[in-house]
């Protein structure tokens, strides 16, 4: 069974760094042609493709906030982590982290971790 | 990087009737490797088409996706109570990936 679960600050200061994790079972990144992504959806607006990572270590980022952006991951732990510079009140969404195989689009998503930028 | 533009915004239509989303990318999309998810209010978005045309399992046969290149297509043949919600295309061929506004298909 496969499931991503986020996990991080619900709440993050402007300027500050939000360092989020996703920790997943039911698959391995060390399996070639694994994948996974991360995606945020502001309350109300669309899904926004953030970045992925894959089974070679292989990373991509969105090309708006690829200043912004590092993933990683650690697959003795099952996890991967974004991290996003100069947090802004418009940064405010739901993330969520989610498969995405080799040839395929997001399969399975996490629940998906609302946080919230305010001072 | 591509660009999805998806139309209408919002479509008003009533339970049973035809359902025609469209979906079009700034570039042709490679392999078709196009993608349409359904998202209702506070919950993760359902995939429902892969591949511009191939349903995702456990997706009712009254969703079919079609078209190839810049053009893509979504139609939901007649309308179910539980299939009123947001979707949206997502392109997922060469990195950067990116999604599309949404449509947003309403009871009438």
């Known amino acids: 069974q496969v499931t991503l679960k986020e996990s991080g600050p619900a709440l993050v200061k402007p300027t500050q760094t939000l360092t989020l994790t996703c920790t997943f079972s039911?698959?391995?990144?060390?399996?070639?042609?694994?994948?996974v992504s991360w995606i945020r959806q502001p309350p109300g607006k669309a899904l926004e493709w953030l970045a992925r990572i894959d089974w070679d270590y292989d990373k991509f980022y969105s090309t708006s906030l690829k200043t912004r952006l590092t993933i990683s991951k650690d697959t003795s732990k099952n996890q991967v982590v974004l991290t996003m510079t100069n947090m802004d009140p418009v940064d405010t969404a739901t993330y969520y982290c989610a498969r995405t195989p080799l040839g395929s689009p997001v399969d399975y998503w996490g629940q998906g971790t609302l946080v919230t930028v305010s001072s | 990087e591509i660009v999805l533009t998806q139309s209408p915004g919002t479509l008003s239509l009533s339970p049973g009737e035809r359902a025609t989303l469209s979906c079009r990318a700034s570039?042709?999309?490679?392999?078709?490797?196009l993608a349409w998810y359904q998202q209702k209010p506070g919950q993760a978005p359902r995939l429902l088409i892969y591949?511009?045309?191939s349903r995702a399992t456990g997706i009712p046969d009254r969703f079919s996706g079609s078209g190839s290149g810049t053009d893509f297509t979504l139609t939901i043949s007649r309308l179910e109570p539980e299939d009123f919600a947001v979707f949206y295309c997502?392109?997922?061929?060469?990195?950067?990936?990116?999604f599309g506004p949404g449509t947003k298909v309403e009871i009438k």
């Open positions: 039911g698959f391995s990144l060390s399996t070639s042609g694994m994948r």
């Open positions: 997502h392109h997922y061929g060469s990195s950067p990936w990116t």
């Open positions: 591949g511009a045309s």
């Open positions: 570039q042709s999309v490679s392999s078709n490797y």
